[in-house]
Every structure is written in C-alpha cells, then in structure tokens.
T-cell receptor
Framework: GQNIDQPTEMTATEGAIVQINCTYQ??????LFWYQQHAGEAPTFLSY????GLEEKGRFSSFLSRSKGYSYLLLKELQMKDSASYLC??????????FGTGTRLQVFP | DGGITQSPKYLFRKEGQNVTLSCEQNLNHDAMYWYRQDPGQGLRLIYYSQIVNDFQKGDIAEGYSVSREKKESFPLTVTSAQKNPTAFYLC????????????FGDGTRLSIL
C-alpha cells in the first residue's frame, strides 16, 4: 500500500533550526518533493530529491535516504513567515504525486 | 506572468446541482491535475491529464468529471453524485516527466448551501 507519514504539528522559535521528517512506503519511487503551503493558499515548490543525500537551497535543505524510505526538510534561521504547512510528496511512476497529510509549523517570536 | 488561474475563488452548491470549477494555465505545460484537500488530510488526486483529449482517474474520481479539449484548460465538474463536495480544490500543472515539479493554482473553496 501507499503510506506517507509526517508529524502533524511542530513549533519552533524565530532564528532557530527545525527538521521536519517524512517517511514513506510506496509501490514505486521516482523522486520526493517538499512543498510549502500557507493557510488558504496554493502549495509552492521548495525542493526535490531523487538521489540519496542533501540538497541545499538557501535557508532550506532537504535530505533523502531511499533505502530507509526517509526524508527530512531542514529550515534554518527561522522567520515568522515560515509559519505554514509543509507537504511531503512522493512521485510514483512518471507523474503522479502521493501527498502526506502535511506538517503545520508555527514559529514564535 | 505565466501561471495557473482557478475560478471562482469561492463557490456554493445547492443540493442536486452540478458545478464546474475552472482551471486555465499559460505555462505551456502538458500535464494537468485536480486535487481535493480536506482539513487534516493531504492532497488527494481526483483526475489528471497528460495530453489533450486524454485523462485518467485518480484516487477519488467518483462524483467528478473532467474534460481536456485544450492544452490550457482542464475544468472539473462536481456532480450531484458527489455527496460530500465541501473541500478546497486545487488545480496543478507540470511540464511532464522527470524532475519538474507541479505548480498549483490558488484554489477554489466549495461549500454546500
């Protein structure tokens, strides 16, 4: 079956570092995406991993271990505007994405 | 600027009524998708289309219908057979296979009167 697990909620302090984990069990794997979604808005693309290792993009980094079915999104130097939901999605086959339920992150001053 | 336009932003449906949600993109993307998002749940795929005049059912297609007559447009009809249509509907598009991410519209929030 298909299963993507993320923590439901996390809190952190402005300026800190937070790691959002995602574990997956899918029938196929052709890449993992992270999206950011502010309440009532469209998800926006953050990162993509298809090979094992770390991808860094400014304050955001994403890590993948295919053998463990595991990824994390690392957010550094947290800002208040980073308060949002973070969606982990696995691409099965050539195009379809399977989404996790999302992690709601609240950043406090 | 290129992007995906969904309309309307808010939509109300009466019992027994069909309603159509619009999705237009000017990104020259081949593939388009419709998702449904409920509180506390992830995005669930309703229908998707990889080329004009062709589309496939996603995980929750019952009670919905789509068409893809033009590359730019992928309207979704929520029929009266969909008994629990209240949700946030998101349209997305992508260039196709490979590393390219899906880009999303701003969504339509559908409620029952």
């Amino acid at each position: 079956g298909q299963n993507i697990d993320q923590p439901t909620e996390m809190t952190a302090t402005e300026g800190a570092i937070v790691q959002i984990n995602c574990t997956y069990q899918t029938s196929g794997f052709n890449g993992l995406f992270w999206y950011q979604q502010h309440a009532g808005e469209a998800p926006t693309f953050l990162s993509y991993n298809v090979l094992d290792g770390l991808e860094e993009k400014g304050r955001f980094s994403s890590f993948l271990s295919r053998s463990k079915g595991y990824s994390y999104l690392l957010l550094k130097e947290l800002q208040m505007k980073d308060s949002a939901s973070y969606l982990c999605a696995v691409r099965e086959g050539t195009d379809k994405l399977i989404f996790g339920t999302g992690t709601r992150l609240q950043v406090f001053p | 600027d290129g992007g995906i336009t969904q309309s309307p932003k808010y939509l109300f449906r009466k019992e027994g009524q069909n309603v159509t949600l619009s999705c237009e993109q000017n990104l020259n993307h081949d593939a388009m998708y419709w998702y449904r998002q409920d509180p506390g749940q992830g995005l669930r795929l309703i229908y998707y289309s990889q080329i004009v005049n062709d589309f496939q059912k996603g995980d929750i297609a019952e009670g919905y219908s789509v068409s893809r007559e033009k590359k730019e447009s992928f309207p979704l009809t929520v029929t009266s057979a969909q008994k629990n249509p209240t949700a946030f509907y998101l349209c997305a598009s992508s260039k196709g296979q490979g590393t390219r991410p899906q880009h999303f519209g701003d969504g339509t929030r559908l409620s029952i009167l």
